[in-house]
């Protein structure tokens, strides 16, 4: 009897993981959603993970870590259970988010690209996060912070510190430090991220259980 690769992977993970390979003709096309959940098992996209997927869908190690390596939302270290990613593309940084990023690295004490000794935050500049209307944009687990000024992101780092919230919810932070948003309308958030991972569907959401 042959053992499944993922036989280590929580059962929610391997269902999902399941689910993914049913859905696509080729195994080959589960690739990028099965890295994400084997970040969540690892904590980031590990060697382990890519081997583990690469058995899965049938690719080389070559041909997944060609993708792991090219989309920079594959972590290939540890982060920590925040991490802060903070838009410097074009409208931010017009509208000041080299400050705020500076601010959120002095309050934390993260430089750019870096994990916290006590590993609470990870700090990285981030390319266009698609809310140039409610430039500097900011994302806490990929949950989107709005018209965050560097005032306001000295609290919102104690607060992540304080409150060390289980689910970040975007709607929640923009309420407490956010200021002019791309769309003031859309319904209320009901999901939030538990891991300092995307959440896609289910996965990394307040439902995840995890
Ligand atoms: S330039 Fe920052 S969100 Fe687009």
Redesign the pocket.
């Known amino acids: 009897m042959t053992t499944s690769p993922i036989s280590n992977w929580s059962e929610a993970n391997q269902r999902r993981a399941g689910d993914l390979l049913d859905l696509y003709p080729d195994r080959r096309s589960a690739v990028m959603p099965l890295l994400y959940i084997g970040s969540l098992e690892d904590g980031y996209c590990s060697d382990n993970v890519m081997r583990q997927v690469s058995e899965l869908t049938g690719l080389t190690s070559a041909q997944v870590q060609s993708v792991a390596s090219f989309y920079t939302m594959y972590k290939r270290h540890e982060v920590g259970r925040y991490l802060i990613s903070v838009?410097?593309?074009?409208?931010?940084?017009l509208l000041g988010?080299d400050d705020v990023l500076e601010t959120i690295e002095r309050e934390t004490g993260t430089p750019d690209g870096e994990t916290s000794a006590d590993g609470l935050f990870s700090v990285e500049h981030a390319?266009?996060?698609?809310?140039?209307g409610?430039?500097?944009?900011v994302q806490v687990n990929y949950e989107l912070v709005e018209g965050l000024r560097p005032e306001k992101s000295v609290g919102l780092c104690r607060w992540l510190r304080d409150a060390q919230p289980e689910v970040v919810l975007g709607d929640e932070m923009q309420q407490l430090f956010g200021g002019q948003r791309s769309f003031p309308w859309g319904p209320a958030e009901q999901e939030g991220a538990v891991a300092p991972v995307p959440a896609f569907g289910p996965y990394g959401s307040a439902e995840d259980g995890r």
């Open positions: 838009c410097t593309s074009i409208s931010c940084m988010s390319e266009c996060l698609g809310a140039c409610g430039a500097p944009a």
